[in-house]
């Protein structure tokens, strides 16, 4: 039911005026033609069936008049609210409602897609009074119990409809509750109760659904082992008791469970849902904790937790599985949380709990890898003589910084050169395009963007007769430090227009390297930044681990290794240079032999 940006902007000509029918409390509803997913003909050829994604994308379409709802965002709701929203309406099928057609949640626009209804609006229709003339008062009446039909509809569902969105299984599910509900009960009611979660196992276990009918399970505390626990009850918590540990350095909490209740198929999160005894802020942001802990006979981390919705309990993912028909044992011993970060105060340990976070389709879709190699041979010319030539032309500039003279060079050997690079500004920078689509990209020497690069309390200049294939005259060795500052000017005309970028740093860990096996912030010091820190890696984590890490380190060709730091928008080219101002700062420990080449922009 998804419709792209582009078809509507074209079908309203950009939103503009000639296309406007009216105006609500929520944003602008324009009038156009539009194709879309052909609704009420998949319904009529599948009345007793619940439609799947793949359906919906394999029907046919078809082009007629729609009424394009454009949500103001000033006035909008989050992403999660505005897809349940299309959930819950793509469900709603009467003959006196006007039906979803699509939606559209590209570049921060909602939009929603309905059926065009030609009277217009209801009020408006019959308070009009050229309609009570030429209608009699039997066809106002049957309007006015139309009408009633649909908000009838609204508020008390059709069983059916609420039937689908319930599990299979749900009258046996509710049995295991210790106030089980009779059978007799409205099914719209029987999906609220487990939209919001009911307890089974004599309260061990708390199910629920989601939206869309996907089961989810919270497994209580009470099922876990522990060497020295205490027994709460809070208020805030849907459990009627909660463990206390005293000691957050020394956990020692062993987790053996079996959940037995989950949708297969689907890919699932595991989450220890926990909160310190201490008060904390809640934050949007990621809460650094550190958890330590044992699984399948290798030692983990857990960096980061995020505050559950309504801010009571914090949630620390431990690991992702695909769930299948066979069944999933968990078997793990949480040992320690960061005494830095997390204290000593102790915690309260309400369960773990199993989310679904995606179907298997769409965990594949969302986790293609990219095949760079095939892009760049679809892209590459079939003779790039020519290309070479042009390239001169449009780089003639560049082309001077160089000391090596390209006059007596072949076409070929420039093509080359400029793939591989070509040093300028006497050594300080390196020129090169990308082989993925000839955009410009450049690199500067380490030594020149590293703040206080020359104090030999932290730093060491290494040669380049010390490096492996490195192509500036030096690189710079982070000795011992917990942070470490880039601070340049980046010349715009060495990046192509309109075009986003991103910096890599370029780094080699030395043979005796003990440095940084935590994550790490990218800290944007310029005021302006909107997204100010990202949480960074120098070392390849754990599938595992990397909730919240956005970025993780790659192995290059030249045999260096690099990580994102840092990003330039195309709405940033304004000026001849750009200010980068970073410091990236360690959560834990210190920066150790950490050999750093320089800083590369790439197109993205």
């Not at 709802?69 to 897809?83: N, V």
């Not at 220890?272 to 201490?278: A, I, Q, S």
């Not at 679809?378 to 003589?385: D, Q, R, V």
Request: glycine residues 4%; proline residues 3%.
């Amino acid at each position: 039911m998804k419709i792209p940006l582009e078809q509507i902007k074209l079908a309203t000509n950009d939103f503009h005026d000639d296309f406007k029918i009216g105006r609500g409390g929520y944003g602008k509803v324009y009038k156009a033609d539009l194709f879309h997913f052909d609704v009420q003909r998949y319904y009529k050829d599948n009345v007793y069936q619940r439609a799947t994604q793949a359906e919906l994308l394999g029907y046919q379409r078809r082009k007629s008049k729609v009424a394009i709802k454009r949500l103001d965002r000033r006035y909008g709701q989050g992403t999660a609210e505005f897809l349940q929203e299309i959930s819950v309406l793509s469900y709603f099928r009467h003959q006196n409602l006007v039906t979803l057609l699509g939606f559209c949640d590209e570049d921060q626009e909602r939009i929603l897609v309905y059926e065009y209804a030609s009277n217009g609006s209801l009020d408006e229709y019959i308070s009009s009074t050229d309609n009570t003339k030429n209608y009699p008062w039997a066809q106002h009446l049957q309007i006015c119990l139309d009408a009633a039909r649909g908000l009838e509809f609204l508020h008390n569902g059709d069983e059916w409809e609420w039937e689908q969105k319930l599990p299979k299984d749900y009258k046996k599910i509710i049995r295991m509750s210790k106030f089980p509900v009779a059978n007799t009960s409205r099914k719209k009611d029987l999906y609220s109760l487990l939209s919001s979660g009911i307890l089974l196992h004599n309260d061990k276990l708390l199910f629920s659904i989601s939206i869309n009918g996907v089961t989810n399970e919270m497994v209580s505390s009470k099922m876990f082992s522990f060497k020295d626990v205490k027994w709460r009850s809070i208020s805030k918590s849907r459990f009627p008791k909660v463990a206390k540990i005293s000691d957050n350095l020394n956990l020692n909490i062993r987790i053996q469970i079996k959940p037995q209740l989950l949708t297969p198929g689907m890919m699932y999160g595991a989450y220890l849902v926990f909160k310190f005894c201490n008060r904390r802020k809640v934050s949007t942001q990621p809460l650094y904790v550190n958890l330590k802990y044992k699984m399948a006979g290798e030692t983990l981390h857990a960096y980061f937790a995020k505050w559950r919705p309504g801010g009571e309990w914090l949630m620390v993912e431990l690991f992702q599985f695909l769930n299948t028909n066979e069944t999933v044992n968990c078997d793990i011993l949480l040992e320690s949380f960061c005494h830095y970060y997390c204290g000593n105060w102790g915690i309260f340990v309400e369960g773990l709990e199993f989310n679904a976070m995606a179907s298997v389709e769409e965990y594949k879709e969302n986790n293609k890898p990219s095949d760079e190699k095939n892009v760049e041979r679809l892209l590459k010319p079939e003779s790039y003589m020519d290309l070479a030539e042009q390239m001169v032309i449009d780089h003639e500039e560049i082309f001077k910084r160089s000391e090596n003279s390209i006059q007596n060079v072949s076409k070929e050997e420039i093509w080359h050169m400029l793939l591989n690079g070509i040093l300028i500004d006497n050594g300080e920078k390196i020129f090169s395009l990308s082989k993925v689509n000839w955009k410009k990209c450049h690199m500067l020497r380490a030594k020149a963007v590293i703040c206080d690069a020359l104090n030999e309390k932290f730093y060491r200049i290494k040669h380049q007769t010390q490096l492996r294939s490195c192509r500036f005259e030096d690189a710079v060795e982070i000795l011992c430090y917990h942070e470490f500052r880039i601070k340049c000017e980046v010349e715009t005309r060495m990046l192509s227009s309109d075009t986003s970028y991103a910096c890599f740093l370029v780094f080699q860990l030395s043979e005796k390297y003990h440095g940084i096996k935590y994550p790490v912030k990218a800290r944007d010091l310029l005021p302006y930044r909107k997204q100010r820190t990202n949480i960074i890696s120098f070392t390849t984590q754990s599938t595992m681990n990397l909730s919240n890490i956005k970025w993780i380190p790659e192995q290059r060709e030249d045999g260096w290794m690099e990580v994102r730091v840092w990003e330039i928008t195309s709405d940033m080219h304004n000026e001849e240079s750009i200010p980068m101002d970073l410091k990236l700062i360690s959560f834990e420990g210190k920066f150790s032999d950490l050999i750093i080449s320089g800083i590369e922009f790439r197109p993205i």
